[in-house]
Nanobody, 126 residues
Framework: VQLQASGGGLVQAGGSLRLSCLVSGRTFGTYAMGWFRQTPGKERDFVAAISWSGGSTAYAESAKGRFTISRDNAKNTVYLQMNSLKPEDTAVYYC????????????????????WGQGTLVTVSS
């Protein structure tokens, strides 16, 4: 399984970005997906997650009301729409995948995920 994250970049505070994560190698539709972020010297933090059916989602408190996770199983892609960005959102964002049998399971802990993408850098200027 390979995950390819994209969509990062430089944006001003208050702006928006949409991250994408393309999954290849196995049946995407049975993977729970998550987004995490990391800044230098800190642990990787949970941002958002979605079940393989898309029927369940979860968000970190910092992401609620501003970020939206979604998926298109036909395109093997999960998205993270980020609005009202703040300088503290600056980080490398990683997507992660975990094979699942339960269509509603979501996970917020990094060690629950088996596969990781390479990360995409988001920089929010003040």
């Amino acid at each position: 399984v390979q995950l390819q994250a994209s969509g990062g970049g430089l944006v001003q505070a208050g702006g928006s970005l949409r991250l994408s994560c393309l999954v290849s190698g196995r049946t995407f539709g049975t993977y729970a997906m998550g987004w995490f972020r990391q800044t230098p010297g800190k642990e990787r933090d949970f941002v958002a997650a979605i079940s393989w059916s898309g029927g369940s989602t979860a968000y970190a408190e910092s992401a609620k009301g501003r970020f939206t996770i979604s998926r298109d199983n036909a395109k093997n892609t999960v998205y993270l729409q980020m609005n009202s960005l703040k300088p503290e959102d600056t980080a490398v964002y990683y997507c992660a995948a975990d094979p699942q049998t339960n269509p509603l399971h979501v996970y917020s802990r990094s060690h629950d995920y088996d596969y990781w993408g390479q990360g995409t850098l988001v920089t929010v200027s003040s």
